[in-house]
């Protein structure tokens, strides 16, 4: 079989906010495509002002680059696409990936530090500098959230690791290794911590007692010749990388089938909520489905494409 190579890339978008639907003007619009960003990795619905804010890595994932975090419209326009931006009033950026929004404040996963901007200016507020036991590899900071009680969680992707940072600003490695399957996409329900694997096929949960389970198994596909750069993917690695609650159903995305699935409550009700393009289908240009999120107020699904450009919105069924 001929090797089939799947790249990380950045692809500069044609257009700063072409607006494609599937529905007439002006109504609520089942599918709108925002273009404009660089390697938009995150995004989340800022419900106080009412605008996504979607972090643009602004190149490879795997190296040191500009970044920046965009404002967009319910609407698909975009506000403004560099409101906070790496070297401008202050703020350092190098590659923005997860974000989360917590009284007021806009955490984000940069690399290797955590940072934190007033969610309605942009002002930076502080930094907290996450420690590296995995030296001489560098840190892959990847997804955040944040508890009630001012609690971080960051996925570490290629390390296999999760830290904690505390309500006071401490941060440590709360837990690391092959059994937690390389995370990504965070969420945190019920005083417990659950994520997709990026590595495998299967989203899995930290218990109160400390114990690894797995959630719930998707169906594993071949992915006999793909690789992440130069390196093969482990067999059924479906390069899971977004994870959202939508009612009592797990919404994951999948770079390599480039499906949104939805888990029903019994973990074994899966779904195809929406297709993009995958790795299996396009090994050397897949479209990316990245850390997705939810406009509860609108019932929407927000999908970034990192390799497109684009931020997809999409109708969700209630």
């Given at each position: 079989?001929?090797?089939?190579?799947?790249?990380?890339?950045?692809?500069?978008?044609?257009?700063?906010?072409?607006?494609?639907?599937?529905?007439?003007?002006?109504?609520?619009?089942?599918?709108?495509?925002?273009?404009?960003?660089?390697?938009?990795?995150?995004?989340?619905?800022?419900?106080?002002?009412?605008?996504?804010?979607?972090?643009n890595?602004?190149?490879?994932?795997?190296?040191?680059?500009?970044?920046?975090?965009?404002r967009?419209?319910?609407?698909?326009?975009?506000?403004?696409?560099?409101?906070?931006?790496?070297?401008?009033?202050?703020?350092?950026?190098?590659?923005?990936?997860?974000?989360?929004?917590?009284?007021?404040?806009?955490?984000?996963?940069?690399?290797?530090?955590?940072?934190?901007?007033?969610?309605?200016?942009?002002v930076?507020?502080?930094?907290?500098?996450?420690?590296?036991?995995?030296?001489?590899?560098?840190?892959?900071?990847?997804?955040?959230?944040?508890?009630?009680?001012?609690?971080v969680?960051?996925?570490?992707?290629?390390?296999?690791?999760?830290?904690?940072?505390?309500?006071?600003?401490y941060?440590?490695v709360?837990?690391?290794?092959?059994?937690?399957?390389?995370?990504?996409?965070?969420?945190?329900?019920d005083?417990?911590?659950?994520?997709?694997?990026?590595?495998?096929?299967?989203?899995?949960?930290?218990?109160?007692?400390?114990?690894?389970?797995?959630?719930?198994?998707?169906?594993?596909?071949?992915?006999?010749g793909?690789?992440?750069?130069?390196?093969?993917?482990p067999p059924?690695?479906?390069?899971?990388?977004?994870?959202?609650?939508?009612?009592?159903?797990?919404?994951?995305?999948?770079?390599?089938?480039?499906?949104?699935?939805?888990?029903?409550?019994?973990?074994?009700?899966?779904?195809?909520?929406?297709?993009?393009?995958?790795?299996?289908?396009?090994?050397?240009s897949?479209?990316?489905?990245?850390?997705?999120?939810?406009?509860?107020?609108?019932s929407?699904?927000?999908?970034?494409?990192?390799?497109?450009?684009?931020?997809?919105?999409?109708?969700?069924p209630?």
């Amino acid at each position: 079989m001929t090797t089939r190579h799947l790249v990380l890339r950045s692809l500069r978008p044609l257009a700063l906010a072409a607006l494609f639907a599937a529905s007439v003007p002006g109504a609520d619009l089942p599918v709108t495509v925002v273009s404009g960003f660089i390697s938009p990795e995150s995004v989340v619905h800022d419900p106080q002002s009412d605008v996504y804010l979607v972090s643009n890595v602004g190149g490879s994932p795997v190296t040191v680059n500009h970044g920046f975090i965009s404002r967009v419209s319910p609407d698909g326009t975009v506000l403004d696409l560099r409101w906070i931006q790496d070297g401008v009033n202050g703020v350092t950026l190098h590659g923005p990936k997860g974000l989360w929004l917590h009284r007021n404040e806009l955490y984000v996963a940069d690399v290797d530090t955590l940072r934190i901007f007033n969610q309605h200016t942009g002002v930076p507020i502080r930094n907290v500098t996450l420690p590296n036991p995995f030296a001489p590899a560098a840190l892959f900071l990847n997804h955040v959230v944040v508890t009630n009680n001012g609690t971080v969680y960051i996925s570490d992707q290629l390390n296999s690791a999760i830290f904690t940072v505390d309500p006071e600003g401490y941060a440590s490695v709360l837990a690391s290794g092959p059994q937690l399957g390389n995370p990504d996409g965070f969420l945190f329900n019920d005083g417990e911590l659950s994520w997709v694997t990026f590595f495998g096929h299967e989203v899995r949960r930290l218990t109160a007692s400390g114990k690894i389970i797995m959630e719930a198994p998707l169906p594993a596909v071949d992915v006999t010749g793909l690789k992440l750069g130069p390196n093969p993917l482990p067999p059924g690695a479906l390069l899971l990388d977004g994870y959202a609650r939508w009612h009592d159903s797990l919404l994951v995305s999948s770079w390599v089938t480039g499906q949104i699935y939805r888990i029903g409550r019994s973990g074994t009700n899966i779904q195809t909520v929406f297709q993009v393009v995958g790795a299996q289908d396009n090994p050397s240009s897949p479209d990316g489905p990245a850390k997705i999120n939810i406009d509860y107020s609108r019932s929407r699904l927000l999908i970034p494409l990192f390799n497109k450009g684009q931020l997809v919105i999409l109708r969700l069924p209630e």
